[in-house]
């Protein structure tokens, strides 16, 4: 049995989740270079607005707290005469607070969006990880692609 549950994001979930933005990107990258209220109120704006579009969130909960996220952009793909899929993922902002990691909360995240994605016979999952998350999506069976070109206007 597991402490937590998984389930998606509302609306009214977006102070929290922009604070976890936060609170992930300062982890990552080591710094803030913008306002941190300015930041929370912009980001706050964004998921709203996101949250009843193309995107979907999960979260793990638990205590009544959000733990963990994972967002989920669902992109249309241009409809075929042969039909098939007619999305694919992009998978980003994937974040366990770190009390909650190492039990789980990850892996049922990306459990959770892999079977909506599946019962959406969405075509792929596609995802840029970090260092840091790169073995835990290829423990859940995400794969380098076999077929992928880029083109960077401005990396990273």
């Not at 996220?69 to 098939?84: C, I, Q």
């Not at 999952?125 to 083109?151: C, D, H, I, K, T």
Request: charged share 30%; hydrophobic share 40%; proline share 6%.
């Amino acid at each position: 049995m597991t402490d937590y549950t998984i389930r998606l994001a509302t609306v009214d979930d977006a102070a929290v989740l922009a604070r976890l933005r936060w609170r992930f990107q300062v982890e990552d990258d080591g710094e803030a270079r913008r306002d941190e209220e300015a930041f929370l109120s912009d980001c706050e704006r964004w998921l709203r607005d996101r949250l009843t579009g193309s995107w979907l969130i999960w979260v793990a909960e638990a205590g009544g707290e959000i733990c963990g996220h994972v967002f989920l952009n669902r992109v249309e793909k241009v409809p075929k005469p042969a039909g098939g899929a007619d999305e694919l993922g992009y998978v980003t902002n994937f974040y366990v607070v770190p009390q909650w990691r190492n039990r789980g909360v990850g892996r049922a995240l990306l459990d959770e969006m892999r079977e909506h994605a599946r019962v959406r016979s969405m075509d792929t999952l596609v995802v840029w990880p970090s260092e840091r998350s790169a073995p835990l999506y290829a423990r859940a069976g995400f794969q380098p692609p076999l077929e992928l070109l880029e083109f960077p206007i401005h990396p990273a």
